[in-house]
């Protein structure tokens, strides 16, 4: 197949007169072309009445034809206009080739830096930990002296007691073996008045158990500390892989593309607001008529009729949110404020951002700057966050995906998502698990 493309080059560039390679080439107005001295000798000399005609397609010209060399000009500009454009992509390429290069250093300072300030964190908590089980010897240690001496103390007036008993038993047991009944009954007295004895009927003893509720503490606080390394260790090993290095990712062009980014999310029980109703296993709320009795916590919104989901959101992630009613689909650093309306209301204030939607209309609102949205109206509405590149986008979910709003910005923290529901009673947002 090549060798029939070159061959079909070989003929575009060759003359028809002699059959070979043109040799200084020249066209005619038919669009042909031929050797300059080929041509000439076809047409023979030069006549003003002669009519000439093209050795190929025989058109017929009235006046001899000028000979034009449009094609090598034209060909050339567009060649230089090739390397123009290879020689501006080599540049890029080039750039491109340095910015790697030096993002490649930067993994490696990152990574070293990371390393090594992770190395300091575990460090210090080890050392907290030593500390703790000195402090936990030491004073198991000072309780012991305490106590063995307030034992010993007890010993010796116990065996004082003893020895006090037995030098009036034996008075007792010379007395009773006299004879004279005067001394007797004289001395009976003062040797049957025993002194108060210092000596608990109740007193008993535990072998081995005096210090068990100290190792029930101390393994209780492990539990916890392990629970707390088990909650800890999936997010630490998800910011690892989160990295997102300077190489791009496309944008998701079908649903399935943005389950890619699906995370399962739940609502956090100590956030809800005390007009809401937790349901479907803590990831759906409704606005209730009643308020609820939820215990006191310091992460609980008192204003709002909204809630912050227990997962933090870093790197790419995209969930669904199922509304009824009007619902703000959010996200919020967590030091969001739990107090006050524009504090802690989601797209009030600059820690949080959030799209309104209702039955007929969508407003997207940040630090208290409304914006207008347009899109088709759709009970469900998808998220997908960008961490990393800064970027924030809300979609109208039904048969298509239709981009509702999307935010460049920069996030300085973590975030989490949230909703606020709003307007009448039964108004409802639930975070969908997506398959």
């Known amino acids: 197949m090549a060798q029939k493309g070159v061959e079909l080059d070989r003929e575009s560039f060759s003359c028809s007169i002699c059959l070979d390679l043109l040799k200084d080439p020249v066209t005619i107005p038919c669009g042909h072309s031929y050797c300059m001295e080929c041509i000439q000798s076809f047409w023979g000399e030069e006549d003003e009445e002669k009519i000439h005609s093209c050795p190929q397609c025989r058109q017929m010209f009235t006046a001899r034809p ?17 390397r123009h454009i290879i020689q501006q992509r080599i540049q890029d390429a080039e750039k491109d080739v340095k910015l790697l290069e030096q993002e490649v250093k930067n993994i490696h300072v990152s990574a070293d830096q990371t390393v090594e300030d992770c190395e300091k964190t575990f460090s210090q908590l080890i050392r907290l930990l030593q500390e703790r089980s000195r402090d936990v010897e030491q004073q198991v240690r000072s309780q012991q002296q305490t106590e063995v001496s307030r034992v010993r103390e007890l010993q010796e007036k116990l065996e004082q007691e003893i020895a006090e008993l037995k030098r009036t038993d034996g008075q007792l047991e010379q007395l009773s073996h006299t004879e004279d009944h005067t001394e007797f009954l004289l001395s009976f007295p003062s040797l049957s008045a025993l002194s108060e004895s210092t000596h608990s009927s109740s007193f008993h003893t535990a072998p081995l158990r ?9 393994s209780e606080a492990r539990d916890k500390l392990q629970d707390i390394l088990s909650e800890t260790w999936t997010n630490i090993s998800l910011r690892v892989t989160e990295v997102d290095v300077l190489l791009p990712q496309p944008e998701p062009t079908t649903r399935a593309a943005f389950f890619r980014y699906s995370c399962e999310l739940t609502l956090d029980p100590n956030t809800v607001n005390n007009w809401l109703l937790l349901s479907e296993g803590n990831r759906k709320v409704t606005l209730m008529k009643n308020k609820q009795s939820f215990s006191e916590h310091p ?4 204003k709002c009729s909204q809630v912050l989901s227990r997962e933090s959101l870093t790197g790419r992630c995209y969930w669904e949110v199922e509304r009824r009613g009007e619902v703000h689909v959010a996200v919020a ?3 969001i404020s739990r107090g006050g309306w524009t504090e802690s209301g989601f797209g009030l204030n600059d820690k949080s951002w959030g799209l309104y939607c209702s039955n007929n209309s969508y407003s997207f609102y940040h630090n208290k700057v409304k914006t207008p949205v347009s899109g088709p109206p759709s009970s469900r509405v998808g998220v997908l966050l960008d961490h990393t590149a800064g970027i924030l986008s809300f979609y109208s979910v039904s048969e298509t995906m239709t981009l509702l709003h999307r935010v460049q910005t920069t996030f300085t923290q973590p975030l989490l998502a949230g909703v606020w529901c709003m307007g009448s009673t039964g108004a409802s947002a639930e975070l969908m698990k997506l398959k």
């Open 66 to 82: 000028v000979l034009v060399r449009r094609e090598r000009t034209e060909r050339q500009r567009e060649l230089e206009e090739s």
């Open 210 to 218: 005096y210090f068990e509720d100290v190792t029930a503490a101390v």
């Open 299 to 302: 992460d609980r919104f008192t």
């Open 333 to 335: 650093y967590k030091n």
